[in-house]
T-cell receptor, first 114, second 113 residues
Framework: KAGVTQTPRYLIKTRGQQVTLSCSPI?????VSWYQQTPGQGLQFLFE???????NKGNFPGRFSGRQFSNSRSEMNVSTLELGDSALYLC?????????????FGPGTRLTVT | DQQVKQNSPSLSVQEGRISILNCDYT??????FLWYKKYPAEGPTFLIS?????DKNEDGRFTVFLNKSAKHLSLHIVPSQPGDSAVYFC????????????FGTGTRLQVTL
């Protein structure tokens, strides 16, 4: 069974630009969560989508948004990029949402904002 | 505020010995706890989990202990192997927000020969 895939793996953007990251969950998984990992803040929850609906949201500004498609693939978008948005963005999928199912992570997208 | 804390940023253990990684939490609403292992340039890999109704869960060389009164959990790896060298994160979630994991800052484990 293929794991969680994320594209692109690396990305360099300039301040003020916007970026879209993509995540394909494990086949059959319907829940997709996004996390940001930085050296200073560690792994922080961004949001979770299940059946194309956002179910949970972390404490990030509105510049961070996401969506999920009917095939469970998900995208996250960051508008008006800031230097502090440089991070590893991780996507995780799980079978269900709303219960304690383990999440399986993709390799991440390394975003560098210059 | 840091609701999940791993106070030891690094740990070095000899091959064959026990590795004990610790994690403390402050939010009493957390009811499910997980440990993940992370290698460089990879996403975290799920290792083992425990529900708050239990105080111990074993899976092969990995055992997680939960002390709810102390809001403390630990991961024991016995015996430690060089391939266990990685960064270990503990994570927690609460009822109703099970998909929203709160992570600790990680402990880098090095298993030496």
């Amino acid at each position: 069974k293929a794991g969680v895939t994320q594209t692109p793996r690396y990305l360099i953007k300039t301040r003020g630009q916007q970026v879209t990251l993509s995540c394909s969950p494990i086949s059959g998984h319907r829940s997709v969560s996004w996390y940001q990992q930085t050296p200073g803040q560690g792994l922080q929850f961004l949001f979770e989508y299940f059946s194309e609906t956002q179910r949970n949201k972390g404490n990030f500004p509105g510049r961070f948004s996401g969506r999920q498609f009917s095939n469970s693939r998900s995208e996250m978008n960051v508008s008006t990029l800031e230097l502090g948005d440089s991070a590893l963005y991780l996507c995780a999928s799980s079978l269900f949402a709303g219960s304690s199912y383990e999440q399986y992570f993709g390799p991440g997208t390394r975003l560098t904002v210059t | 505020d840091q609701q999940v804390k791993q106070n030891s940023p690094s740990l070095s253990v000899q091959e064959g010995r026990i590795s004990i990684l610790n994690c403390d939490y402050t939010n009493s609403m957390f009811d499910y706890f997980l440990w993940y292992k992370k290698y460089p340039a990879e996403g975290p890999t799920f290792l083992i989990s425990i529900s708050s109704i239990k105080d111990k869960n074993e899976d092969g060389r990995f055992t997680v202990f939960l002390n709810k009164s102390a809001k403390h959990l630990s991961l024991h790896i016995v015996p430690s192997q060089p391939g266990d060298s990685a960064v270990y994160f503990c994570a927690a979630s609460g009822a109703g927000t099970a998909s929203k994991l709160t992570f600790g800052t990680g402990t880098r484990l090095q298993v030496t020969l």
